[in-house]
């Protein structure tokens, strides 16, 4: 998957969660979160793990809720920072094959220089015993 699609997922996954939790934290704790929109802003900090505190859940439930949240939302961070990390790495490597630097190719070319090398040999040694027969 190319970084520029996980990142369209990612933002996707984050605007659902926020709205969804934002609205289910508002009808599960509604003396905290009075409105919808402050459920949203409440999402937005828990989401982003910046949890600024302004607005945090009273209830039991509420705070369950918000630790679903919470580890979703840390889990979409470690997937983003992977898939990014993944597409150094792939650049990297990719830029050091066309440089002729990637040691399995330069190997790989070794063997192949040594395998012709016995196969000549062995042609050698094939016709030299046919001559004497």
């Given at each position: 998957?190319?970084?520029?699609?996980?990142?369209?997922?990612?933002?996707?996954?984050?605007?659902v969660a926020i709205v969804v939790f934002g609205v289910v934290e508002r009808?599960?704790?509604?003396?905290t979160f009075d409105n919808v929109w402050l459920g949203m802003w409440w999402?937005?900090?828990?989401?982003?793990?910046?949890?600024?505190?302004?607005?945090?859940?009273?209830?039991?439930?509420?705070?369950?809720?918000?630790?679903?949240?919470?580890?979703?939302?840390?889990?979409?961070?470690?997937?983003?920072?992977?898939?990014?990390?993944?597409?150094?790495?792939?650049?990297?490597?990719a830029d050091r094959r066309a440089a002729g630097e990637d040691p399995v190719?330069?190997?790989?070319?070794?063997?192949?220089?040594?395998?012709?090398?016995?196969?000549?040999?062995?042609?050698?040694?094939?016709?030299?015993?046919?001559?004497?027969?």
């Open positions: 998957m190319r970084p520029r699609d996980a990142a369209y997922i990612v933002v996707g996954f984050w605007a009808l599960v704790d509604p003396t999402g937005i900090q828990t989401v982003t793990t910046v949890g600024y505190g302004d607005v945090v859940p009273g209830t039991t439930w509420g705070k369950v809720i918000a630790s679903f949240l919470m580890l979703g939302g840390l889990s979409i961070l470690a997937l983003v920072t992977g898939a990014i990390t993944s597409g150094f790495v792939a650049r990297a490597e190719m330069r190997r790989l070319d070794e063997v192949t220089t040594q395998l012709e090398a016995i196969k000549m040999h062995l042609a050698r040694l094939e016709r030299g015993s046919d001559a004497g027969r």
